[in-house]
């Protein structure tokens, strides 16, 4: 089974002039669009001490940060594959491995929020003593540190295993060219699998366990079992990335006479859309952090009107 981590690119682009600089533009527009919401959670979270204290909120700004990287990466090497067509093997190693280590770190993530709000409803005495922001940075260390784990031994061996020659050879970039050895793609797929595991048992325990404390049925239970399905919707689209090679192979048969367009509508499927609405599902409808964010947005606009009214009058005293 073939898990790709990017999507693959044919060695040159027989789209026509325009209908490259269409895809690249969406392309580019959906990865900016992306990057700038997810700049504003990250100023409003830096600016409120009653979100960067938070463990909850702690945790939704590194699966904002993460997914940060992982569009703005996927989205360079998306325009530089149909600019350049072939890079260096370093180059390509440099981008493969941070899109791999964000697509390892994303599920972890999802799962360790999921576990938060399990304790915050089913034990909510010991949720301060738990969930401190000590450990929240040490759990997101160690999400680090398991998608290195990871990554880190296919470049090891692909280094061991290799020809000089492949090193200073320039190819289409994704992630079979980079680490091509067969082994290789079967330990990703056996380790993708234990993950799917680990993170859906989490995700159905932590949602059973919430809806049978919930039997009192209060405001608060409600939304966290909501929230909960929403954990497993997100990790549902964020893991279509372990399954890759299936789900492309679908989408090519939708695109029988055109492979570049199967591959724009894989690539805006299986890394654009699971992380366009992580903002949605965990920002916005949290009531605490949408607050902030809206203040946080009405003050900017506020700044910027009493300073263009302090622009026009200096204007009017020179005239």
Known sequence: M???????FPSRSPDP??????KNFLVVL?????TCIGASFLHAFSKHQILYLNPRYILFIHLILNDMIHVMLTVILFVMNYILHKVSFSICCIFVLF????????????ACMAIECYIAICLPLRHSRICTIKKTLSLIGLIWVTGMSVVLPD????????????????????????????????KKYIIHSLFLVIVWFTIFYTYFRILFTARAASKDSKKARNTIILHGFQVLLCMTTYF??????????W?????????????????VLPRSISPIIYGVRDETFRKYLLKNMLCKCSYRKKKRKITCAKVALKT
């Open 2 to 8: 073939n898990t790709t981590a990017i999507p693959k």
């Open 17 to 22: 002039l325009s209908k490259a600089l269409i």
């Open 30 to 34: 959906l990865g900016v669009s992306i």
């Open 99 to 110: 899109i791999r280590f964000a697509t390892e770190n994303t599920p972890l993530n999802v």
């Open 155 to 186: 470049l090891v061996v692909t280094l061991e295993t290799q020809p000089m020659e492949f090193f200073h050879s320039q190819f289409t970039c994704n992630s079979e060219v980079v680490f091509p050895i067969p082994v290789l793609i079967k």
């Open 244 to 253: 890759g090679q299936h789900l492309l192979d679908v989408v090519q048969r």
């Open 255 to 271: 695109f029988l006479l055109n492979y570049l367009d199967s591959i724009f509508t894989f690539y805006i499927i299986v890394h």
